[in-house]
């Protein structure tokens, strides 16, 4: 079957790969859509360290083909979207409803894949760029088969992360200010989690110009190209600022806008030695810095609750999706990702 894999060196799209059947707990599913995120592309530039070879993805939609013992809530045929957390839900965090603190779901990547009887690895638990992946039950979450699977696709990484960093752990409330410091697939989700969650103003900022209409229709009350300008419209500061983008000098501007009692909530991927700084007199109006995994996300709750929003017309998925491309047009699609082309590219088999 065809896949993306990354050897350490280069990424190949390749057309021997095979996985094996699912074991008791686990999920066969044939991939239908992926989207290309960043993170992928972190893996690659070294951004995040990952065991290699690696087949990539961790943002994808399929079919369920098959199921191993012990597995009910899905069944052959049915419609799932993928999460990356394979927590175990036994431990005291996914007891508390943390299943993205579980540290049985961190650092522990498996090896369903093969070349040539060689083991590869499987990236974020997922690995949504081959034909067919194995995951765990917990990971497959069943979706109404009226939503697209190129779309739905985009619910397992960008929506989980930008919606839920707003509606799970900063809990934007009505009325609030928010500022959104970058405007890619995370930035978008972060702008319609805090239109949803009825934040009054909404402030997006890009460096590109052209994403101004993109960022208005997802959310965003006002577009900015700098950071400059947002005092002119907040002038106290914002309740909650996020950080999108990643740079750790962002993450200082972040906390300089913030209000009394405002949070800076940090989304993008740093280098992971990569220092900040801030002044730490600053934080004593009762300012707060909050990292969040995966927007505190638990998948088999928020995914269908995204799925019902998307079908209300309240969640905008569709729209996320700029182009598709055939999976051997990987490299074309890394190129518009890197450009700044695309909301969200997504591969296709």
């Given at each position: 079957?065809?896949?993306?894999v990354f050897?350490?060196?280069?990424?190949r799209?390749?057309?021997?790969?095979?996985?094996?059947?699912?074991?008791?707990?686990?999920?066969?599913?044939?991939?239908?859509?992926?989207g290309?995120?960043?993170?992928?592309l972190?893996?690659?530039?070294?951004?995040?360290?990952?065991p290699?070879?690696?087949?990539?993805?961790?943002?994808?939609?399929?079919?369920?083909?098959?199921v191993?013992?012990g597995?009910?809530?899905?069944?052959?045929g049915?419609?799932v979207?993928?999460s990356?957390?394979?927590?175990?839900?036994?431990?005291p965090?996914?007891d508390?409803g943390?299943?993205?603190?579980?540290r049985?779901?961190?650092?522990?990547?498996?090896?369903?894949?093969?070349?040539?009887?060689?083991?590869?690895?499987?990236?974020?638990s997922?690995?949504?760029?081959?034909?067919?992946?194995v995951?765990k039950?917990v990971?497959a979450?069943?979706?109404?088969?009226?939503?697209?699977?190129?779309?739905?696709?985009?619910?397992?990484?960008?929506v989980?992360?930008?919606?839920g960093?707003?509606?799970?752990?900063?809990?934007?409330?009505?009325?609030?200010?928010?500022?959104?410091?970058?405007?890619?697939?995370?930035?978008?989700?972060?702008?319609?989690?805090?239109?949803?969650?009825?934040?009054?103003?909404?402030?997006?900022?890009?460096?590109?110009?052209?994403?101004?209409?993109v960022?208005r229709q997802?959310?965003?009350?006002?577009?900015?190209?700098s950071?400059?300008g947002?005092?002119?419209?907040l002038?106290?500061?914002?309740?909650?600022v996020?950080?999108?983008?990643?740079?750790t000098?962002l993450v200082?501007?972040?906390?300089?806008l913030?209000?009394?009692?405002g949070?800076?909530?940090?989304l993008?991927?740093?280098?992971?030695?990569?220092?900040?700084?801030?002044?730490p007199?600053?934080?004593?109006l009762?300012?707060?810095?909050?990292?969040?995994?995966y927007?505190?996300?638990?998948?088999?709750?928020?995914?269908?609750?995204?799925?019902?929003l998307?079908?209300?017309?309240r969640?905008?998925?569709?729209e996320?999706?700029?182009?598709t491309?055939?999976?051997e047009?990987?490299?074309?699609?890394?190129?518009?990702?890197?450009?700044?082309?695309?909301?969200?590219?997504?591969l296709?088999?």
């Amino acid at each position: 079957m065809r896949g993306v894999v990354f050897d350490g060196k280069q990424v190949r799209v390749v057309d021997d790969l095979e996985v094996r059947a699912p074991g008791a707990g686990e999920v066969l599913v044939g991939i239908a859509a992926a989207g290309l995120c960043h993170s992928d592309l972190s893996v690659v530039d070294g951004t995040i360290p990952f065991p290699v070879p690696v087949v990539l993805g961790h943002e994808g939609a399929g079919v369920v083909e098959a199921v191993g013992p012990g597995v009910t809530h899905v069944a052959p045929g049915d419609h799932v979207a993928l999460s990356t957390l394979a927590n175990c839900g036994a431990c005291p965090d996914c007891d508390r409803g943390r299943p993205t603190m579980c540290r049985k779901a961190i650092g522990m990547p498996g090896q369903p894949f093969s070349r040539d009887g060689r083991p590869l690895y499987q990236f974020a638990s997922n690995s949504s760029f081959a034909e067919r992946t194995v995951v765990k039950a917990v990971q497959a979450v069943k979706i109404p088969e009226d939503i697209p699977l190129t779309s739905a696709a985009l619910m397992g990484c960008g929506v989980l992360t930008g919606v839920g960093a707003v509606l799970n752990r900063a809990k934007v409330g009505r009325g609030e200010t928010v500022v959104v410091i970058g405007t890619g697939g995370i930035g978008l989700n972060v702008l319609q989690g805090a239109r949803i969650a009825g934040a009054l103003t909404i402030v997006a900022v890009d460096t590109n110009p052209e994403k101004e209409t993109v960022a208005r229709q997802f959310g965003a009350s006002h577009f900015l190209t700098s950071t400059d300008g947002v005092r002119e419209i907040l002038p106290t500061g914002a309740d909650h600022v996020f950080e999108c983008v990643g740079h750790t000098g962002l993450v200082r501007t972040a906390i300089d806008l913030l209000d009394r009692h405002g949070q800076a909530i940090l989304l993008g991927m740093t280098a992971p030695k990569a220092e900040a700084g801030f002044l730490p007199a600053a934080m004593f109006l009762d300012k707060s810095i909050l990292g969040c995994r995966y927007g505190s996300s638990r998948p088999q709750r928020d995914i269908p609750l995204y799925a019902e929003l998307y079908r209300s017309g309240r969640l905008l998925l569709d729209e996320l999706v700029t182009t598709t491309y055939p999976v051997e047009e990987f490299a074309r699609a890394v190129e518009d990702a890197e450009a700044g082309k695309v909301a969200r590219g997504v591969l296709t088999f």
